[in-house]
């Protein structure tokens, strides 16, 4: 079955400090993969996404993801946190072992200190 | 272009009822899939449909069920229900229901139970 793991369900760091989420997946055929952010009351906003093709990805406000196959990992990193950034992030899984179905992590939530 | 849309955004309920959903996918959006959200997790799928036919279904109860309409449109019904069936129902839409394509988020509507 697949599964996702999120390290840490909170993660704080200091405005303008870097920002490191984890996430890692479980399949033996790779799935595709993506980032969602979740702010208060509101659905979830696609971060980023990787499906086929370079392995760093970019996505919107400054986040960037790197999809390592041997460490089954997909860690989204920012370089410079803002304020802004304070929210749930949740990884995600979907392909041919999950029947093209999106399963979750349990989410970080990212506190930023001023 | 409007997004997903959802509606009621919040809504109260006792035990033993019954609740319908409603979200209108994205404007040539032809797959909708329904998550629940409880506090603290990540959102779990419920359901996907393509094409008015059901193309998924999490672990779930019988008690959930959910329809698609001819304008993609889609519907998702409780019977009776439990307090710990209070939780954030997210719906997503995609063009089609391939693993590769992103879902697109409504906001939710928010179900508590008394």
């Known amino acids: 079955a697949q599964s996702v793991t999120q390290l840490g369900s909170h993660v704080s760091v200091s405005e303008g400090a870097l920002v490191l989420l984890r996430c890692n997946y479980s399949s033996s055929v790779p799935p595709y993969l993506f980032w969602y952010v979740q702010y208060p009351n509101q659905g979830l906003q696609l971060l980023l996404k990787?499906?086929?093709?370079?392995?760093l990805v970019k996505g919107i406000n400054g986040f960037e993801a790197e999809f390592k196959k041997s460490e089954t990992s997909f860690h989204l990193t920012k370089p410079s946190a803002h304020m802004s950034d304070a929210a749930e992030y949740f990884c995600a899984v979907s392909g041919v072992n999950t029947g093209n179905q999106f399963y979750f992590g349990t989410g970080t939530s990212l506190t930023v200190i001023p | 272009d409007a997004g997903v849309t959802q509606s009621p955004t919040h809504l109260i309920k006792t035990r033993g009822q019954h609740v319908t959903l409603r979200c209108s996918p994205i404007?040539?959006?032809?797959?909708v899939s329904w998550y629940q959200q409880v506090l603290g997790q990540g959102p779990q799928f419920i359901f996907q449909?393509?094409?008015?036919?059901?193309?998924g279904r999490g672990n779930f109860p019988d008690r959930f069920s959910a329809r698609q309409f001819p304008n993609y449109s889609s519907e998702l019904n409780v019977n009776a229900l439990l307090l710990g069936d209070s939780a954030l129902y997210l719906c997503?839409?995609?063009?089609?229901?391939?693993?590769?394509?992103?879902?697109?988020f409504g906001d939710g509507t928010r179900l508590s139970i008394l």
């Open positions: 449909y393509y094409e008015k036919e059901e193309r």
């Open positions: 997503a839409s995609s063009e089609m229901p391939t693993g590769y394509q992103p879902q697109h």
């Open positions: 990787y499906t086929t093709g370079a392995t």
């Open positions: 404007s040539g959006h032809k797959s």
